[in-house]
């Protein structure tokens, strides 16, 4: 819609997710969550992308000048870490940095028309939308919704939710590690605590190990979480001063995180790994355990769910296995791709500055130590340069594709569900750091990174010229060696077998193959099909001493006519005239053969 413009571009634009556990399912493409939510949905679909796009229209629509304030505070009583053993096993000079296990920090932004008048707040806190909790079936927003819907309700007095000027966007930070149920977890067969460092119980295990939010049921949970945000954003909003500054850069880059590496020191290198769901993932977290008898902190596999997987899914190779270490593997979700592959492998990372704020658009679920470590690395690396000083970063959780969660190398050798969840490895922070990293940068030095694929200008040949081309004797270029019957019935298949050369570099826009019906009629044929099309199928083997063969197929559909017809092929071989290599044209074709719409005979 905006592309003549080119303003809204995949550099510029985030779409971060609030996190509901309460949203719908059913438009993520990757197999994992498909299964889980009775596949592709869209009627699901169609209603979050208009909404989105409308979202943006009006936004346009309303634009004009004006001025953004920063304001931060701290909101207490209102986060729990639900997995402190993890969190504890962080160096301890680190941990003694930090007054508690949990971001306590809210980051708002307020925006003014020139006049001084309200537009709206952005404002960031690390918390998990799970007030509403596992057993509910209603669509909700859950916490950061219902903050957002107050600070709405206030500004638009007398809209509907949802309509009105002002908009207030609570968005979830790094919040990985970080449930709003703040009585924490207990038996509720029992009521006694669950154990600290696999979170099961006696009898139930895992499934009768919840937390629970501060009121009597989940929406009275669900109303204070979210009254506690939204009276702590309300009041940075009304007492925001510090106005930003500078211009607005951009920067994104696709990633394959499944094979990068990290250089840890001057002698020290590490990789990340194809995806992989550890056995703690199954079991669950304290906001919603495993129906089945997995628990959190589990570092070796179980013999029972081992075998199934082996016989249904197929065994995890050494290399998959040893590269997660110390996770025993679940699922090995990189070495599973059908019906489509089952986990994301290209994965863009992203940044955005506005005056002094930096925000990170993480594509997963960070814990509270991740999120602090990459909000450290950015900030030491926009620093290194003049034109940032004093710069506030903020990480944005959940954006533009899903990647489960990061946690730090010391959380994931725990192996609690976060560490179980995090799919490319143990070092999968240090990847996504070493590429903020180099946004980051990327930004400072005005090297903005588009979202397009490499194109790459320095690229050298490793083979020599190809030699001129041979065919045996008695035989031309294109000759058939291996003829078509003279009937097919669908669905069948009709091909036929030839000499080949593949120095056919003057084809572009052109076809190898073609299938063509004749037309008594009028006398002629007509191409039905050529090498894009899905029904032929054109296979090269290539031969020595300069020949090679080629196998032309058509597997003919069930919507064929009936009737006449020929496949043809083209291509170029290269012959020696003197000392100049010429390359010359030549065609080939099967012999004319029928088509019968008798059905299924092979």
Known sequence: RYSELYLYRQDNVILSGTHTHSGLAGYFQYTLFMITSKGYLKSSTQPIVRGIVKSIDVAHNNMKPGRIFLNKGEIVDSSLNRSPHSYMNNPKEERERYKSNTDEQIVTLKFTDLDGDGM?????????????????????????????????QEKNIGSLPGEGPFVAAFATSNSGDVSPNTRGPYCINTGDKCDYLNSSCPVGGTKMCAA????DDMFESTRIIGENIYRKAKELYSKAEQELHGSIHAAHQWVNMTDVTVQLNSTHNVKTCKPA????????????????????????????????????????????QDCHDPKPILFSTGEMNRP??????????????????????????????????????VKQELEMHNSFTNTEVV???????????????????????????TIYGP?????????????????????????EPPFFTNVFPLLGEPPVDKVPENTTFGQVLEQVDSLYKVVSHAGFNLVHKMDSLVLRGKTFITVERFHNSSGTWEVIHTDASWETRFHWIK???????????????????????????FGHYKKRVVITPVIT??????????????LYSR
């Open 585 to 598: 044209a030549y065609e080939g074709a099967s012999d004319v053969f029928q088509v019968s719409k008798t």
């Open 340 to 377: 489509l592959p089952w986990h994301p492998a290209i994965v863009d990372v992203q940044i955005i500055t506005i005056g002094s704020v930096a925000i990170v658009a993480v594509p997963g679920e960070a814990t509270t130590m991740s999120g602090r470590r990459i909000r450290e690395a």
């Open 427 to 451: 070092h999968t922070l240090s990847a996504y750091i070493q590429h903020f990293r180099g946004l980051a940068k990327a930004i400072v030095e005005a090297r903005i990174s588009r979202p």
């Open 277 to 320: 769901l550890g056995h703690s993932f199954a079991a669950g977290t304290i906001d919603g355990g495993g129906d089945l008898n997995f628990t959190q902190g589990a570092v070796e596999g179980d013999p029972f769910w081992d075998g199934i997987r082996d016989s249904v899914l197929g065994t995890p190779s050494k290399d998959i």
């Open 120 to 152: 709206g707040i952005f404002s960031w806190f690390a918390v998990h939308p799970v007030s509403m909790n596992y057993t509910n079936r209603l669509v909700s927003s859950d916490n950061l919704g219902y903050a957002s819907y107050l600070f709405e």
């Open 395 to 421: 990480i944005t959780g959940l954006c533009n594709i899903y990647t489960h969660y990061i946690t730090t190398f010391e959380e994931y050798q725990v192996q609690r569900y976060e560490g179980a969840s």
């Open 543 to 569: 031969g020595s001493g300069g020949q090679s063969n080629a196998t032309v197929e058509w597997h003919i559909p069930l919507s064929a006519a009936a009737g006449t017809y020929r496949i043809r092929h």
């Open 212 to 215: 629970f939010g501060p009121g």
